[in-house]
């Protein structure tokens, strides 16, 4: 490899350890604010940032039908993807939210869902063509909605489906910041909001695992990048 070989190589896994540092960094920061941040009661909770456990309740007639399992929900992400050759296609991505509230039994609060971080637990996965079965409901889905279809000229397309939606009345976790100068408490994304269906200790369990493996990362990361020097060393000696 000549010299510029391997300054490519070296701005390459820099900028890689830079994306991991970031990550880790980010991940860590969640982690820290999960731990250290106490379960509130929306009827107690003050300005500030704060953590709440309570259910997903629609604003006013704010309600969306999800496309595949027809899911009265606030939130939801269905991505469709069609292998055509050696390469995938995204068909469908549609993502939607409406305005919602979550309920703790003492109170509600505001819960922006286009300004979050979210984790949840995906509801429905599938294939469809010749390794996958046959799903009326993502043909309903794709014909209905977005025009489209399962079939081909001879066989069924080889397409791949996902949908995730957060339901009225599922169970959240909610970690930001309540800002309490109007009448109904709101949550903000500053500096942080996460809406999260799965509980606490998954969460903390996850970007636990997130900061140690990007932190790994970069320590391979800096590793290469000796290796990399001692390369041109070697070359301009």
């Not at 286009?114 to 043909?139: H, I, K, M």
Request: with cysteine; net charge neutral.
């Amino acid at each position: 490899m000549d010299n510029a070989g391997f300054y490519i190589l070296m701005a390459l896994v820099g900028a890689a350890g830079g994306g991991f540092v970031y990550l880790g960094w980010r991940a860590w920061r969640f982690y820290q604010l999960i731990t250290e941040t106490k379960t509130s009661k929306l009827q107690f909770v003050r300005q500030g940032l704060a953590e709440i456990q309570g259910k997903v309740v629609a604003a006013a007639d704010s309600v969306l039908e999800s496309p595949y399992t027809l899911q009265k929900c606030v939130y939801y992400e269905f991505v469709v993807t069609e292998k055509r050759g050696k390469h995938t296609h995204t068909v469908v991505r549609d993502v939607q939210s409406v305005p919602c509230l979550v309920d703790d039994g003492t109170g509600q609060a505001e819960l922006p869902l286009g300004q979050a971080t979210l984790v949840l637990n995906q509801d429905v996965r599938g294939r469809t063509g010749f390794f996958g079965s046959e799903s009326p409901e993502l043909e309903r889905a794709l014909s209905e909605r977005y025009q489209r279809s399962t079939q081909g000229v001879f066989f069924s397309k080889s397409m791949s489906y996902r949908e995730t939606a957060l339901a009225v009345g599922d169970e959240v976790y909610v970690l930001g910041w309540v800002d309490k100068h109007e009448h109904t408490p709101r949550f903000t994304c500053n500096p942080v909001l996460l809406v999260s269906d799965k509980g606490e200790r998954h969460l903390t369990q996850r970007y636990l695992f997130q900061a140690v493996a990007c932190g790994v990362a970069v320590l391979v990361a800096l590793v290469a990048e000796a290796l990399i020097v001692a390369g041109l060393l070697g070359v301009f000696r």
